[in-house]
């Protein structure tokens, strides 16, 4: 059974940064974009960023300068580090993926995990 | 970047019901636009892709159209395990991925 599963602590401190990492299990690795998206208390969705398989990252520019994504895919793994957080950071983080190649995606987010939520206060 | 905008924010219908929510895009899109559901405490769940395209398992009263900046997802025949909230996304190869802001489907 394919499965997205999102792991970090649950309470950071402002101005530190979060990390997170997104586990992936029976899914295979290739020919996909793994994704974060977040979702702040009642509000809606906001994607973070992706990677590609070969290594490849894009970033919501609204982001951009906090934001860094890897892959260690040889441990079926992908990791989120946002940088400076503050209170506005606080959401449930989802991990995410969608099929593609390394020029475009063509389906859209087919595989999420559960999220996991984190909260920035001191 | 693109923005999307969805209408209405909030709908409400009864079941049995008929409902388009309409989202826009900023700049074309063609049609590299999904749809979402999501109810509360849960990850969002694919519906829609390519604009039309619907993903394997969905029931077939969820259909999607549209292309270019313009693009509507129609439930025909509401059924209560419907009301949620729905978004849709472009992913156009350009461009960032974005969002549009939600419309809460609710009981009337």
């Known amino acids: 059974q394919e499965q997205l599963q999102e792991a970090g602590p649950g309470l950071v401190k402002p101005s530190e940064t979060l990390s997170l990492t997104c586990t992936i299990s029976?899914?295979?690795?290739?020919?996909?974009?793994w994704n974060w998206v977040r979702q702040a208390p009642g509000k809606g969705l906001e994607w973070i960023g992706n990677?590609?398989?070969?290594?490849?990252?894009k970033y919501n520019p609204s982001l951009k300068s906090r934001v860094a994504i890897s892959g260690d895919f040889s441990k079926n793994q992908f990791s989120l580090r946002l940088s400076s957080v503050t209170a506005a950071d606080t959401a449930v983080y989802y991990c995410?993926?969608?099929?593609?190649?390394?020029?475009?995606?063509?389906?859209?987010?087919?595989?999420w995990g559960q999220g996991t939520a984190v909260t920035v206060s001191s | 970047d693109i923005q999307m905008t969805q209408s209405p924010s909030t709908l409400s219908a009864s079941i049995g019901d008929r409902i388009t929510i309409t989202c826009r895009a900023s700049?074309?899109?063609?049609?590299?636009l999904a749809w979402y559901q999501q109810k509360p405490g849960k990850p969002p769940k694919l519906l829609i892709f390519k604009a039309s395209y619907l993903e394997s398992g969905v029931p077939s009263r969820f259909s999607g159209s549209g292309s270019g900046t313009e693009f509507t997802l129609t439930i025909s025949g509401l059924q209560p395990e419907d009301f949620a909230t729905y978004y849709c996304?472009?992913?156009?190869?350009?461009?960032?991925?974005?969002f549009g802001q939600g419309t809460k489907l609710e009981i009337k």
């Open positions: 995410a993926r969608n099929y593609g190649d390394s020029g475009s995606s063509y389906f859209g987010m087919d595989l």
């Open positions: 700049q074309s899109i063609v049609n590299w």
């Open positions: 029976g899914a295979p690795i290739s020919s996909y974009y």
């Open positions: 996304q472009q992913y156009i190869s350009y461009s960032p991925y974005t």
């Open positions: 990677i590609f398989y070969n290594g490849r990252t």
